[in-house]
Structures are given as C-alpha cells and as structure tokens.
C-alpha cells in the first residue's frame, strides 16, 4: 500500500486503482494515568535498574459517515526485584480519521496500521512526560512497527479459526 501526503490527508492506491482518502479530523487524549506505589522508597535505592513491561493495543470503533475513531493504548509498568512496583504508567490516544474509497480489507489495514502510527508520536511523548513528573529518568520508547503488529494479529484470528474448524478468507 503506497502512500502520498498533502495538506494533511493521505492518499493509498486501492486493488482496483482507486484512491483510499485518510483524513486526520482531530486527535485527542482521551485517558492517562501514572501511579507510583513504591514512593518515596524507591528513589532511595541506589543504582536504578527497572524491569520494564510495554503493552500496546488499539481499537476502532466506527462513528458513521466514513468517520472511525481509533484508540491507541499503551501501558508501561516499570518494577523492581520481582515485587517492587516502581511506577505504572497508561496513556489513551485518540483520533477520528475519515477514510474514503476503501474496501472491507484496505480499511482494516488503514484501522490498524496507518492510524495508530499517526498516533503513537503523541502517545510515546505524553508516556514520557507523565514519568519524568513522576520523578523517574525519561522513557524512551523504540518505535513501533505497526504493520508487523496487524499482519501478527491477523495470523493469530487465522490460527484461531483453524483450531476452532472454521473457514479461513
């Protein structure tokens, strides 16, 4: 799927050589939360060595109208010997995308590809900022392949159909 910008809407090449519109309508921060239960005995430690679990999902819901509201979720929950939670951290990122001119399968790859790539920059930077106000050393997400994570998923619902005997597309 090849993709061209301008003014702020994408253009991607459809099977039939029509034109698949995405435009961001708006983005928002829709949830955020960090909670910190190991303060202040944690930062009397001396050497700082978390472990450190990153969770990301997304979801879409459709508003009608060619309008689609995608939600990215990440969770970082950073401990310390096995059972010393040093912080948790989730951020809700949003946005309503309009896509014209896609089939069943194109909108599901721009669902859950291009979308959520738009969206993690914001979620990787409100991550950060909520950890460093918490007093730790700033988090540095790698970035996410998106388009790996949906060919997973799209593996996994395969898999799934097999074991329970259904057809698979």
């Known amino acids: 799927m090849s993709e061209s910008h ?12 029509s034109q698949v519109q995405l435009r961001i309508e708006r983005l928002y921060l829709k949830d955020a939360s960090f909670e910190s239960p190991g303060t202040p005995s944690i930062f009397a430690e001396q050497q700082w060595r978390p472990k450190t679990q990153v969770d990301i999902n997304t979801r879409a819901n459709s508003l ?14 950073s401990t310390r010997d096995e059972d010393k939670v040093a912080f948790v ?32 920059p914001y979620v990787r930077e409100n991550l950060d900022n909520l950890v460093v106000r918490g007093g730790f050393p700033a988090l540095h997400l790698a970035p996410v392949n998106f388009e790996v994570l949906f060919a ?14 259904l057809p698979t597309h």
């Open 6 to 17: 301008s003014d702020g809407a994408g253009a991607a090449e459809g099977q039939g050589g």
């Open 152 to 165: 997973q998923a799209l593996q996994q619902a395969r898999q799934k159909q097999v074991e329970a005997g």
């Open 64 to 77: 009608g109208d060619n309008r689609h509201e995608v939600v990215l979720t990440a969770t970082v929950a």
């Open 89 to 120: 951290v989730e951020v809700q990122y949003a946005g309503i995308f309009v896509i014209e001119g896609a089939s069943d399968p194109e909108l599901q790859q721009v669902l859950g590809i291009a979308c959520p790539s738009a969206l993690f």
